[in-house]
């Protein structure tokens, strides 16, 4: 029982101390002047830069209404692709990433809120293919994808013998499966859905969803918990409203891309 309750006060102790610690440093956050964000800058329609260098797109949104709630500016630092986003998170020029899915690997760097943007993903083929179904069915064909995105390195591993052509953004991997250059694409339903209604691609099909779920998150660099704390609890307090309102502002913006 002495035992016991050596080991219970130890843990209270430890937790009061790492909670004082945390309420100190998140205290501290209200004297920081602004957030560095890095993002997508072609990835419409969740997110992009426009011309002025604006951060547009639904996960744009998401973020506007995030920082309003936890009381933070956030300045984009502005990247000519994900993967230089990418090697900017790792050598921490940005505070956040603000929307990408959690891996292994990405968690050397970051911390990650939970889910705000979640979609199946799909397999998108030419209307005119009527032999493959299944991903299975792609060994030793094409497939288009962007270098850097969570899917590649899946394909690689579950499916070796599929061959990855790598483009610029998902509006030119749409393109080619259109244009039968290669023989399929992955995809977020809700991105598919988005961008074939904005293109006159009509002759895509989407043969239903994979084993691959897009759950976009907000990446904290790993070293700033009280942070990763506030941004999380933000994330977590998001209500029904807020993804409806989301939504609605996105679409009327939308237009104008």
Known sequence: MARLNTILLFTMIS?????????????SLDKLSTVTMCVDPDWL???????????????????????????????????????????????????????????????????????????????????????DTFLSDLNGKTLSMVPGYVYESKLRADYPAIKIVHVANMKIAF??????????????????????QRTPLDNLKIMGQTEYTDELRIGIQNDNLPLAILLDKAVSNLTSEDHRNVRKSWAAKALNW
């Open 175 to 196: 393109q080619q499966v259109s244009s039968g250059k290669v023989t399929a694409t992955l995809a977020p339903l809700f991105l598919t859905f988005a961008l074939t």
């Open 15 to 27: 937790w009061m101390t790492y909670s004082s610690a945390v309420e100190v440093e998140l205290t």
């Open 45 to 131: 329609p969740y997110e992009g830069l426009d011309e002025e260098g604006n951060h547009i797109g639904l996960v744009a949104e998401y973020i506007a209404v995030l920082k309003n709630k936890v009381g933070i500016a956030i300045q984009v630092v502005k990247t000519k692709n994900w993967q230089e986003s990418q090697q900017y998170y790792r050598e921490k020029k940005c505070d956040i990433v603000s929307a990408l899915n959690a891996t292994k690997e990405r968690a050397n760097y970051l911390a990650f809120t939970e889910p705000y943007l979640s979609s199946p993903v799909v397999l998108v083929l030419n209307g005119m293919n009527q032999s």
